[in-house]
């Protein structure tokens, strides 16, 4: 049997989930439901995914997925307490404050509200202020650094890589100069190219 069971269609947020499965080189077997599907719906109240399930314990919300996942192997992470980490995590919260959540505005104003509470249009402008002045911090955060925090892959390159995935398909952009560079970067990664192949087949079937 493997070793963990992921619910959740890899072109949600539950690709970065297997972007770290794969990074780790761990066995794992992936649902592709969507959110509310009833094996979601029967392990996590509020019928989001991704969840992991891992042994007896369901972890929900991708970002502690990630977390959980790289404490218990301890790889692309740093031990907790330490200054490194403390950063990390800035980055990380940092990521899903004011890099994903324009982006998640944005598609719930597209698709996901009911369309009668809808108002992309009036939103948009603001929402496309509030992405451009978080590439420009990335940008500075970055600097001439290979990854987010120097030389080591880690768990927030996974969440930024794949933030500019999401950024590029929804028109934010995500992919001029330094940053553009950095995202090309991190998602040419084997890890990556895996799960989109995987996304692929699953869209398929």
């Given at each position: 049997?493997?070793?963990?069971?992921?619910?959740?269609?890899?072109?949600?947020?539950?690709?970065?989930?297997?972007?770290?499965?794969?990074?780790?080189?761990?066995?794992?077997?992936?649902?592709?439901?969507?959110?509310?599907?009833?094996?979601?719906?029967?392990?996590?109240?509020?019928?989001?995914?991704?969840?992991l399930?891992?042994?007896?314990?369901?972890?929900?919300?991708?970002?502690?997925?990630?977390?959980?996942?790289?404490?218990?192997?301890?790889?692309?992470?740093?031990?907790?307490?330490?200054?490194?980490?403390?950063?990390?995590?800035?980055?990380?919260?940092?990521?899903?404050?004011?890099?994903?959540?324009?982006?998640?505005?944005?598609?719930?104003?597209?698709?996901?509200?009911?369309?009668?509470?809808?108002?992309?249009?009036?939103?948009?402008?603001?929402?496309?202020?509030?992405?451009?002045?978080?590439?420009?911090?990335?940008?500075?955060?970055?600097?001439?650094?290979?990854?987010?925090?120097?030389?080591?892959?880690?768990?927030?390159?996974?969440i930024l890589?794949?933030?500019?995935?999401?950024?590029?398909?929804?028109?934010?952009?995500?992919?001029?100069?330094?940053?553009?560079?950095?995202?090309?970067?991190?998602?040419?990664?084997?890890?990556?190219?895996?799960?989109?192949?995987?996304?692929?087949?699953?869209?398929?079937?």
């Amino acid at each position: 049997e493997r070793m963990y069971k992921l619910l959740g269609n890899p072109k949600t947020r539950a690709g970065r989930v297997m972007w770290m499965l794969e990074e780790l080189g761990v066995d794992y077997d992936i649902n592709p439901c969507g959110p509310h599907d009833p094996a979601v719906a029967a392990v996590n109240p509020t019928g989001k995914i991704p969840a992991l399930i891992d042994g007896d314990t369901v972890i929900n919300d991708s970002t502690a997925i990630l977390l959980h996942l790289g404490d218990k192997h301890q790889k692309l992470t740093y031990p907790l307490g330490s200054p490194e980490r403390a950063q990390m995590m800035s980055v990380i919260f940092f990521a899903t404050d004011a890099i994903e959540q324009p982006l998640w505005t944005f598609a719930k104003h597209s698709f996901v509200y009911p369309e009668n509470v809808r108002v992309l249009d009036a939103v948009r402008p603001a929402l496309r202020h509030e992405f451009g002045q978080a590439m420009t911090a990335l940008d500075k955060m970055l600097g001439e650094q290979e990854f987010i925090m120097g030389d080591d892959f880690s768990t927030a390159d996974i969440i930024l890589g794949h933030l500019g995935g999401w950024a590029k398909g929804s028109g934010f952009g995500a992919d001029e100069g330094r940053v553009g560079e950095y995202m090309s970067r991190v998602r040419s990664r084997p890890a990556w190219k895996a799960v989109l192949k995987v996304a692929a087949t699953k869209s398929k079937d």
